[in-house]
């Protein structure tokens, strides 16, 4: 049984601690025991914060769990395996290495932290803890995005030649942090950095970067932005985000990637194929999303006694360097920056 401490119960806390219940209802052994916000009104409250995107969430009853709303307290009174982070990214390095050295597995929310020093010291905490800790890079689980990297790495329509990788949404409202830059990072950290993960984790680390961005509301930081990643083989692949799209917009992703012998566009959560010669095809997904997905894969990873090797420290680690260098692009006019 792997007992769980979730700390963070906003929109993200409760995506995760919905996904959890359905794990414990089909049967794997996970049962989340405690809760932490240091909002105590967070975890009285039935109703499902709102987010960006519709994760399938129902309302929850909190009255079953222990709850805390100091981190602390909770990681020294609660007899746990694993804890949960989804809290603002300024407080992610130093919840997830006090929970490492508590002797704990961590499972931490997307960006892995403001800074590559911070997650540098995540990552050298898990190496002394010899406990796990993994990253909710929840694109690496997608079901759309997945297919797309089984078509890079089979070569099935040869190598990519060009890629474009979209994230576009409305301002957030659900959390006042999030249009805080020192606090969150702006667009560029929290919602720009699922794509130049997921270009990373599709064609390695580029080895330059070119980023024009603009801010947009007061004190966020880059609210829009467009980069292009340089690669060796003259491969074109460019990334955008934009989270001021107004009036009933909501939120879109998608990417649309040409290979040799074809293309992939995935729009409107279905992914179409295009193969040079013969008929398109739409590819069959799971309709299971990412954070059900890596929620799963982690348990299970620990029930098993198995190393994760998905989303590692030391890979997402990589993507914060090519945020990083992204952002001193964009505050050189789009300069070209070398990653480093």
Same mark, same amino acid.
């Given at each position: 049984?792997?007992?769980?401490?979730?700390?963070?119960l906003g929109f993200m806390g409760r995506t995760h601690l919905q996904n959890y219940i359905r794990l414990e209802r089909e049967g794997v052994p996970v049962q989340v025991v405690a809760l932490c916000d240091m909002n105590p009104l967070a975890m009285e409250a039935g109703s499902f914060g709102e987010g960006n995107i519709d994760t399938g969430a129902e309302v929850i009853d909190f009255s079953g769990y222990a709850r805390y709303t100091s981190y602390e307290d909770m990681i020294r009174q609660e007899q746990l395996d694993m804890v949960d982070i989804t809290l603002p990214t300024y407080?992610?390095?130093?919840?997830?290495?006090?929970?490492?050295? $508590?002797?704990?597995?961590?499972?931490? /929310?997307?960006?892995? $932290?403001?800074?590559?020093?911070?997650?540098?010291?995540?990552?050298?905490?898990?190496?002394?803890?010899?406990?796990?800790? @993994?990253?909710?890079?929840?694109? %690496?689980? #997608?079901?759309? &995005?997945? =297919?797309?990297?089984?078509?890079?790495? $089979?070569?099935?329509?040869?190598?990519?030649?060009?890629?474009?990788?979209? %994230?576009? !949404?409305?301002?957030?409202? #659900?959390? $006042?942090?999030?249009? +805080?830059?020192?606090? !969150?990072?702006?667009?560029?950290?929290?919602?720009?950095?699922?794509?130049?993960? @997921?270009?990373?984790?599709?064609?390695?680390?580029?080895?330059?970067?070119?980023?024009?961005?603009?801010?947009?509301?007061?004190?966020?930081?880059?609210?829009?932005?467009?980069?292009?990643?340089? &690669?060796?083989?003259?491969?074109?692949?460019?990334?955008?985000?934009?989270?001021?799209?107004?009036?009933?917009?909501?939120?879109?992703?998608?990417? %649309?990637?040409?290979?040799?012998?074809?293309?992939?566009?995935?729009?409107?959560?279905?992914?179409?194929?295009?193969?040079?010669?013969?008929?398109?095809?739409?590819? /069959?997904?799971?309709?299971?999303?990412?954070?059900?997905? +890596?929620?799963? =894969?982690?348990?299970?990873?620990?029930?098993?006694?198995?190393?994760?090797?998905?989303?590692?420290?030391?890979?997402?680690?990589?993507?914060?360097?090519?945020?990083?260098?992204?952002?001193? !692009?964009?505050?050189?006019?789009?300069?070209?920056?070398?990653?480093?």
């Amino acid at each position: 049984m792997i007992r769980i401490g979730l700390i963070g119960l906003g929109f993200m806390g409760r995506t995760h601690l919905q996904n959890y219940i359905r794990l414990e209802r089909e049967g794997v052994p996970v049962q989340v025991v405690a809760l932490c916000d240091m909002n105590p009104l967070a975890m009285e409250a039935g109703s499902f914060g709102e987010g960006n995107i519709d994760t399938g969430a129902e309302v929850i009853d909190f009255s079953g769990y222990a709850r805390y709303t100091s981190y602390e307290d909770m990681i020294r009174q609660e007899q746990l395996d694993m804890v949960d982070i989804t809290l603002p990214t300024y407080l992610h390095e130093e919840v997830s290495v006090h929970a490492l050295r $508590a002797g704990l597995h961590v499972l931490c /929310e997307k960006p892995m $932290a403001m800074n590559v020093e911070e997650c540098e010291g995540m990552a050298e905490a898990a190496d002394a803890s010899g406990k796990q800790l @993994m990253i909710g890079q929840c694109l %690496r689980f #997608w079901p759309a &995005y997945e =297919y797309l990297k089984e078509l890079v790495q $089979a070569g099935t329509y040869g190598a990519a030649t060009s890629g474009v990788f979209t %994230r576009l !949404s409305d301002t957030p409202t #659900w959390g $006042a942090w999030l249009t +805080q830059g020192d606090k !969150s990072g702006g667009a560029m950290l929290d919602m720009h950095v699922h794509d130049t993960d @997921m270009i990373q984790w599709l064609f390695g680390k580029p080895s330059q970067v070119s980023s024009v961005a603009r801010n947009v509301v007061p004190g966020s930081g880059y609210d829009i932005v467009s980069t292009h990643y340089k &690669y060796e083989d003259g491969k074109v692949i460019n990334g955008q985000a934009d989270w001021t799209m107004g009036g009933d917009f909501g939120f879109e992703m998608g990417y %649309r990637v040409n290979f040799e012998r074809g293309n992939v566009v995935f729009q409107g959560n279905q992914v179409k194929v295009n193969p040079h010669g013969e008929p398109a095809f739409y590819a /069959e997904l799971s309709e299971d999303n990412g954070y059900y997905r +890596q929620l799963k =894969y982690f348990v299970e990873s620990l029930l098993a006694d198995k190393q994760t090797d998905k989303a590692t420290p030391l890979s997402t680690l990589e993507s914060i360097q090519i945020v990083q260098a992204e952002i001193a !692009s964009a505050d050189q006019n789009g300069a070209w920056v070398p990653v480093k």
